[in-house]
């Protein structure tokens, strides 16, 4: 078992930024590829980043490319993404999730964490 936990969202401005972190415990973290998707009322859960094992590989939804930034460390079982130029559409829950798939592809999600709710404002 892998327990994941988000913290770092809440309430900003358009333009404004966050940086999410997640805690990994209970399993190998660097066996992982780790990302990120997001959830917003009424849609479905979006890829959002994901990063590979190592660290050294990352991949985006085209919605946020140049604006988020998805890294690791493996040393403190962590996976960030820092969050630039927030704007209204960015609005969702967020949940980090560990999975499996090539270098930076996650082709299958096997954990997940509870979600954290960020709010941007316009």
């Known amino acids: 078992q892998m327990q994941l936990v988000e913290s770092g969202g809440g309430l900003v401005q358009a333009g404004g930024s966050l940086r999410l972190s997640c805690a990994a415990a209970?399993?190998?973290?660097?066996?992982?590829?780790m990302a990120w998707f997001r959830q917003a009322p009424g849609t479905e859960r979006q890829l959002v980043a994901s990063?590979?094992?190592?660290?050294?590989?990352?991949r985006y939804a085209d919605s946020v490319k140049g604006r988020f930034t998805i890294s690791r460390d493996n040393a403190e079982n962590t996976v960030y993404l820092q969050m630039n130029s927030l704007k209204p559409e960015d609005t969702a829950v967020y949940y980090c999730a560990a999975g499996g798939g090539i270098i930076a592809t996650i082709t299958s999600t096997t954990y997940w964490g509870q979600g954290t709710q960020v709010t941007v404002s316009s």
């Open positions: 209970g399993r190998t973290f660097s066996s992982y590829i």
């Open positions: 990063i590979s094992r190592p660290g050294t590989n990352t």
